[in-house]
């Protein structure tokens, strides 16, 4: 070998030599790539995101259920040049047919970036549920096997009670209610998840908009009945709609249980029963929760729906859109039945209970609860599809001609985890003459 070849070859080897010194530029966040996200009924919500310059420093999915105005906010370790997150439904369970609106976010150095918002619709896909779908009015049912004339009587229903409600509160729905029926009794629990229970029949989320029905839950009139009900509290979420508070709740589940009727008559007799042994409500004492107990739970449905009765027969329908349009302003309880009646609530409840020869109750003053001496690391709020609580009906039962006929009470759980405020509803025994 030549001196000029050795040269070159010495000259080579100590360029390579540098260039293996000297660091590649590291792969760098330029932004997002495509996202996509998919779900499988019990399974998983799977979203995933591409990074075609790298990751960033720190990299979140923004997840925000239908309902609810917080977002759920989960860090994600991300890859070389991509991103997935991984909800597992089976045991954080979420309720079928709530929409997730979700964006990626990563901070790189001091510079944030989100990408678009999407969503993803986590809906009942399980096996051999065919669903199909129609529109009535306000309502869009949803069945599958051979359960369609049952549905869309269903939807005629709903869009019958929609607008009732909406013409007795002064306002209209904001969107339209889905209604799923369910042929099956293991295909109607597997919807409504672990929490469920045995005697549910019907199950109405609102802030869903949606309401699951099981056709073995009773005969078609409780179940037409059932529906009116359950559709009216969907339209009085709309109509009191706040960022404050849930309206009162005796009125909420006053008005739905008029509303099966268009009256009260039917429940004046147990509001006079109770008078007669001093036994009524206060309405302060059942303005955010009813009575666990079968008896008092049953008196506070009656009460609130012979007080909606009183109000519409004193002051006119008017008056019950002027109140849920003064809720819907962000009135308190006694401002907002004062603006739909022209009466300081303390005179309205006087009138009511001498309506049944009696005096106005006092509510009983809750003990306070001390605080906790338990530390306990803080726990991330839940989102409202994780914890939704719905509104309960139970499966019609035979009258049990030696008890008393009157109501039998849904489950009264904790509210939800963001505070979204949510009516339990019961339903009423009837005999065959009223069936």
Excluded: C
Excluded at 76 to 84: C, L, Q
């Amino acid at each position: 070998m030549g001196l000029v070849t050795r040269r070159r070859v010495r000259l080579a080897a100590i360029a390579l030599a540098l260039a293996l010194a000297v660091p590649l530029p590291a792969a760098a966040f330029t932004g997002f790539g495509s996202t996509a996200a998919d779900a499988t009924y019990g399974g998983q919500m799977h979203f995933t995101v591409q990074l075609p310059g790298g990751a960033p420093d720190r990299l979140e999915l923004l997840l925000r259920f239908a309902g609810s105005d917080s977002t759920f906010v989960a860090p994600v370790n991300p890859g070389p040049t991509s991103a997935e997150y991984v909800w597992d439904t089976g045991t954080q369970p979420i309720t079928p047919n709530t929409s997730i609106a979700y964006r990626w976010r990563a901070t790189n150095g001091d510079q944030v970036t989100v990408s678009p918002e999407q969503t993803l619709l986590y809906d009942d896909d399980r096996p051999g549920l065919d669903w199909h779908s129609a529109r009535i009015g306000a309502a869009t049912v949803h069945w599958y096997g051979g359960a369609e004339t049952q549905a869309r009587h269903f939807g005629s229903v709903t869009a019958d009670a929609a607008a009732a409600a909406e013409t007795l509160l002064g306002h209209d729905l904001a969107g339209p209610i889905d209604i799923f029926v369910y042929d099956s009794h293991d295909d109607f629990f597997g919807a409504l998840g672990p929490g469920a229970r045995e005697w549910t029949g019907a199950a109405t989320f609102p802030e869903l908009r949606t309401i699951f029905m099981w056709l073995g839950g009773g005969s078609s009139a409780y179940l037409e009945t059932t529906m009116t009900h359950e559709t009216t509290h969907v339209v009085f979420q709309d109509a009191t709609a706040n960022p404050f508070h849930q309206p009162a709740k005796w009125f909420n589940e006053g008005l739905a249980v008029w509303s099966e009727q268009q009256s009260a008559s039917g429940h004046e007799g147990s509001v006079r029963s109770a008078a007669d042994t001093g036994a009524l409500l206060a309405f302060d004492g059942i303005s955010e929760s009813f009575p666990i107990g079968d008896q008092g739970a049953r008196l506070a449905y009656d009460e609130g729906a012979t007080m909606v009765q009183m109000i519409i027969d004193t002051y006119g329908r008017s008056a019950i859109a002027a109140i849920a349009a003064a809720y819907r302003d962000g009135a308190g309880d006694a401002e907002a039945l004062e603006a739909g009646t022209g009466v300081p609530v303390d005179q309205l409840y006087d009138a009511y209970f001498a309506s049944f020869g009696a005096t106005a109750p006092t509510a009983v003053e809750p003990a306070p609860i001390l605080p906790s001496n338990v530390d306990k690391p803080p726990q991330p709020a839940a989102p409202v599809g994780e914890s939704a609580t719905p509104s309960t009906t139970p499966v019609e039962r035979p009258v049990d001609s030696g008890g008393d006929a009157g109501w039998l009470p849904a489950v009264i759980l904790a509210g939800l985890a963001l505070g979204v405020g949510i009516a339990v509803v019961v339903r009423r025994r009837r005999g065959a003459g009223t069936q």
